[in-house]
């Protein structure tokens, strides 16, 4: 029987198992990046966790730590530890692996399906729909524009600045709609494992909205989300992003992220390098840079 043949997201995320708890994923394709993206290896790690857990249980949260540097044109091989199996909920250390060292450090949890309880959300802001944009990125800080090629699966409607209204306490403020170009998998934890993928793409370079021409050096440090509400990642999402603080070589950044109706789906927390570029450094640091 000949294996079934996947590309884009699908193919990222298909993950060979070697043992019980142990599995291996693909390196990445890529003429940009020399480091693994950080959003590859989380959806990669959350693909691992999500094998061992049942049926009955969702994941609603993740952390993770980018501990070292990975070459994204290597294979990562990913161990998961059972932490804890309880009725209600399930805990997960996912350890990625290259050459003998943990690149990533992942604990990810894991929910009953069907509690019930209070329900509330924040409101969606009031921006143009997608359709109502086209796909241009000029607005977008430039060492961002230079990556979007690499994400060539991917629909990106970046929502002008001057189109919304903005939180006067808010130092940084990027809203941008995002969809998988291709139709993913009718299967809610697949798109839950996209969207942490997705999640790393842009949320970094909100903390760069009010440095026009500031040239830094750039790595995901951590990142945390919450899954909150069912979504699908081929159906455009709203990715409304601001970094709080940029402070000694880091910047703080959140997003909120709803579907088209103004559900509110996941929230993301992210703190990154934002070095000053020194003469002759590289944008992206390489696996020695950071």
Not at 17 to 29: E, L, P, S, T
Not at 165 to 185: C, E, M, N, T
Request: one cysteine or more; hydrophobic letters at 35%.
């Amino acid at each position: 029987m000949n294996e079934p043949s996947y590309e884009g997201i699908q193919a990222i995320l298909d993950l060979e198992r070697i043992d019980k708890d142990i599995f291996r994923g693909r390196a990445m394709d890529s003429k940009v990046f020399v480091r693994t993206f950080g959003g590859h290896v989380a959806g990669q790690a959350l693909v691992a966790a999500t094998h061992t857990v049942g049926e009955d249980k969702r994941v609603h949260s993740l952390h993770g730590y980018f501990l070292r540097a990975g070459k994204a044109d290597a294979e990562t091989v990913y161990l998961v530890s059972r932490v804890r199996e309880g009725r209600s909920f399930a805990t997960r250390k996912i350890e990625a692996m290259q050459n003998g060292e943990v690149i990533l450090s992942m604990q990810a949890s894991f929910h009953r399906i069907g509690d019930e309880g209070p329900e509330h959300r924040d409101a969606m802001r009031e921006v143009p729909r997608p359709d109502e944009l086209d796909s241009n990125t000029e607005e977008l800080p430039e060492s961002l524009r230079g990556l979007i090629t690499e994400w060539s699966d991917w629909d990106f409607r970046v929502v002008p600045s001057n189109s919304y209204a903005h939180d006067g306490r808010a130092s940084s403020q990027q809203v941008i709609w995002f969809r998988s170009k291709r139709p993913l998998p009718d299967d809610d934890t697949f798109h839950i494992c996209t969207l942490a993928y997705m999640s790393d793409m842009t949320l970094l370079f909100s903390s760069m909205v009010p440095h026009t021409g500031h040239k830094v050096q750039m790595a995901s440090l951590d990142h945390a989300m919450w899954f909150l509400r069912p979504f699908r990642a081929d159906e455009w999402l709203l990715y409304d992003q601001n970094s709080p603080s940029a402070h000694a070589g880091r910047a703080l950044t959140q997003g909120q992220i709803f579907d088209l109706d103004g559900n509110l789906v996941a929230v993301t927390m992210q703190e990154g390098l934002t070095r000053t570029l020194r003469n002759g450094g590289q944008s992206l640091p390489g696996e020695d840079d950071s």
